[in-house]
Each structure stands twice: as structure tokens, then as C-alpha cells.
Nanobody
Framework: QVQLVESGGGLVQPGGSLRLSCAAS????????IAWYRQAPGKQRELVAR???????NFADSVKGRFTISRANAKNTVYLKMNSLKPEDTAVYYC?????????WGKGTQVTVSS
């Protein structure tokens, strides 16, 4: 089993920045894809960014150039750095890990962008 715990959400003004963290623990498959998803009220959950263990990264068009995703493998932690935040980035952000042993989700962290 894999446990994922997100942190770092909060209230930020438009144009501000936040860094989300996803700490993984348990039996983490060595080959995996870790991703951040988000879900706004009344909307479907959508992929924000993903990083396979191979080291590449992918981003949704809506966040390209503003968000970065990175791994600290020694800490089993993945970060989502969000810059130039917009009100439409408001959502619950979820960490997801896919690997040979399954598909795992964290409980999410709320990000609210508002003045």
C-alpha cells in the first residue's frame, strides 16, 4: 500500500504563489507516475501536471509556464510550485501515484485564489 499526504494549500491573492507538497510513504513502486489533479466545485477532476519516475514532466495547457512539478526522491516527495495564480486555479488539489501495485490518491488540499 502507498499513502499520499498533500500539504501547502491555502488562500492566496491573484498573482501570488504557493508550493504544494505530496509526501509518499509505504511500498512505493520504483517505476511510477506521480501527478497532481484538481477539482473545482461543480467540475470534473482534471490533470494539472505529471512526472514519471523517468524524469519527464507534462502540464495541462492552462498551467503551462506558471506551474512546475519536481521530485525530491530522497524524501519521497513531489512538489507543485504554482506561480501567477488566478482565481480559476481555485480547487482542491489531489496527489496521485500510479504504479505496478495500484492507483493511489491523497485526500487533497484546498487552494483558494481570491482578493
Amino acid at each position: 500500500q502507498v499513502q499520499l499526504v498533500e500539504s501547502g494549500g491555502g488562500l492566496v491573492q491573484p498573482g501570488g504563489s504557493l508550493r504544494l507538497s505530496c509526501a509518499a510513504s509505504g511500498s512505493i513502486p520504483s517505476i511510477n507516475v506521480i501527478a497532481w489533479y484538481r477539482q473545482a466545485p461543480g467540475k470534473q477532476r482534471e490533470l494539472v501536471a505529471r512526472t514519471p519516475s523517468s524524469g519527464s514532466t507534462n502540464f495541462a495547457d492552462s498551467v503551462k509556464g506558471r506551474f512546475t512539478i519536481s521530485r525530491a526522491n530522497a524524501k519521497n516527495t513531489v512538489y507543485l510550485k504554482m506561480n501567477s495564480l488566478k482565481p480559476e486555479d481555485t480547487a482542491v488539489y489531489y496527489c496521485n501515484l500510479k504504479g505496478a501495485t495500484g492507483n493511489y490518491w491523497g485526500k487533497g488540499t484546498q487552494v483558494t485564489v481570491s482578493s
